[in-house]
């Protein structure tokens, strides 16, 4: 059966991707090795991860004053390895709490300094992005969730402020072009929208670096990865390739532009269908939906299983909300085909009839 990619993440890639990912465990590129046995200071991965890193900054049109890279331990490790490279005990940084991956930055964040809450959503379980930010004058950064994949909601503006801005893109990169030279940091782990699970994607502006007092630790310092060019340590070799090939798709596909188009055309049917059936509610902000994860509910709470069971017979995965909210989630990441879209929209009809 034909199966519908749903999945939160690890997520759907698109099948070219996996394809090549396969051919080259068996041989890559010809040359009689796996990708997952060449060492990671060949010629053969070196070229790989300057590639890698070429096309990240051409899709996000950065210059020099840049640099990208690929790092061990997924986001989670972010939210202790960016406050520990940017943020000291007698400073003060901004951070919006908009959902759970936010509230876990947060967390972290308070291991190394002053955390000053910009704004936060829980007053409505995070149903909103919330427009208004108190950001302290002397705050270091202000740290934001462009796409809260828990939670629904998405921020369609980058707030206007002069603090350097440091974001987790974890479930919406490369999903739709930004000014991205307006962020001082991102990160994002690659299993939502850009690889493999494995491999964390971090591109950061040099001047914010070098101005904490405390020792970093070698392997957690960005400075020494970026002299390094990201071969501090043996990188997650497969994952890297992984995402090579992802960017290479997404640029062979039309760029950023592209992948945003689809992005809304897939999001603007399942919203529409989903408001034009009772059976069913939206409970993020309109303004405020996420394009990647749509979050909704169905009023009659007990008929839930029976839904899943319905997803389950047709092919239909990963339709299920984050352990810790409950409700129904579907994600639409870049690699989705608006056929499974409609496919899902048919099954909410179908069901609506049935049940309505
Ligand atoms: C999934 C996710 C994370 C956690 O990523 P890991 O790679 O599992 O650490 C962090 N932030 C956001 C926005 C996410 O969607």
């Known amino acids: 059966m034909q199966k519908h990619n749903f999945n939160s993440g690890p997520s759907i890639l698109p099948q070219t991707v996996i394809e090549q990912a396969a051919a080259a465990i068996k041989d890559f590129n010809g ?3 796996s990708i997952l ?5 060949t010629k053969w991965f070196m070229d790989i991860m300057e590639e890698a890193r070429h096309l990240v900054k051409q899709l996000m049109n950065l210059d020099d004053n840049y640099e990208v890279l690929f790092l061990h331990g997924g986001a989670s490790t972010q939210f202790m390895q960016v406050p520990y490279n940017l943020l000291d005990q007698n400073k003060t940084a901004a951070y919006c709490n908009n959902g759970i991956w936010g509230s876990k930055g947060i967390k972290e ?3 190394f300094g002053n955390v000053h809450v910009a704004s936060s959503s829980a007053d409505k379980n995070h149903s909103y992005i919330p427009k208004e930010l108190s950001i302290p004058g002397h705050a270091v950064y202000l740290h934001y969730t462009t796409n809260n994949t828990v939670e629904g909601t998405q921020w369609h503006h980058i707030p206007a402020t002069d603090t350097p801005l440091v974001s987790d893109m974890s479930s919406d990169i490369f999903s739709r072009d930004l000014d991205f030279k307006k962020f001082s940091l991102i990160y994002a782990g690659a299993q939502k929208n850009m690889g493999a699970a494995g491999v964390n994607l971090v591109v950061v502006k040099k001047d914010i670096l070098g101005k904490v007092n405390r020792p970093i630790p070698t392997i957690l310092d960005y400075r020494q990865h970026i002299a390094s060019d990201s071969l501090l340590n043996t990188p997650p070799v497969f994952a ?4 090579l090939l992802t960017l290479r798709w997404i640029i062979s596909e039309g ?4 992948m945003a188009q689809r992005s809304t055309e897939r999001a603007r049917l399942l919203y529409s269908t989903l408001e ?3 059976l069913y509610t939206l409970p993020v902000a309109t ?4 394009e990647m994860n749509i979050v909704f509910i169905i009023k009659d709470a007990s008929l839930e299983k029976l839904f899943l069971q319905e997803c389950e017979t047709h092919g239909m995965v990963g339709v299920k909300g984050h352990r810790s909210v409950g409700g129904l989630r579907v994600s639409m990441y870049n690699a989705l085909p608006l056929s499974s879209v409609q496919a899902f929209c048919d099954l909410l009809k179908d069901f609506s ?3 309505g």
């Open 240 to 243: 890297v390739y992984v995402s």
């Open 255 to 258: 760029g950023l532009n592209v």
């Open 353 to 355: 009839e049935k049940h």
């Open 37 to 41: 046995e060449i060492g990671h200071r």
């Open 109 to 111: 964040a308070k291991l």
């Open 276 to 278: 034009n059936l009772p």
């Open 287 to 290: 303004e405020d939906r996420s």
């Open 31 to 33: 040359i009689g090795l």
